[in-house]
């Protein structure tokens, strides 16, 4: 881990100080997206960041990995979980992946950090834990990077519902 990005920017594995940078970027992907993320005081913002902290230091399962900026600190993160399922033919260890949290400031992106956070993450998937199956939900932007790096469409339709 710990690739070089351009101007000599690094990527590394995030820590619990790294939690409300990760939110930061969280309400940034949500908002691209379209959703309401509201401000600073909103209450999902302070549950996130301590879920956020907690994994960070006790989730032996998940992994997170930022770009700091020399002048602007973290501005781009990734994250990663697995996800514990029954064993199957194609899959021994029933464990699957899934990346999220995928976000970069509007600031900087196109140099490459998005790609640096996804190889560092992949490569935890790959040499930290059993997952062989990564999923992730791609954004019409990012869609194009994930391809690159091999991701497809499932074999079957993703669906989902939402309780109330």
Known sequence: MGLDVPKGWKVRRAEA??????VRLRAQMLADMGRSVGNDADPWRARAKDWFADRLVH???????????PDDG???????ICDF????PENLTGVR???FNMSTF????????????????????????????IG?????????????????????????LVLT
Request: net charge negative.
């Open 59 to 69: 989730g032996r399962d998940f992994a997170s990995f930022v770009v700091d900026d």
């Open 106 to 133: 509007r600031a900087h992106r196109r140099r490459g950090y998005a790609r640096a956070c996804l190889q560092s993450q992949l490569e935890w998937f790959r040499d930290e834990t059993e997952a062989r199956v």
């Open 136 to 160: 992730l939900n791609a954004t019409p932007e990012g869609i194009a990077l994930y391809r690159s790096v091999g991701f497809t469409e499932p074999r079957f339709a993703v669906l989902q």
């Open 17 to 22: 100080a790294d939690a409300a940078d990760l």
């Open 85 to 88: 399922h029954a064993p199957g």
């Open 97 to 99: 992946g899934h990346v």
């Open 74 to 80: 973290v501005v781009a993160c990734s994250a990663g």
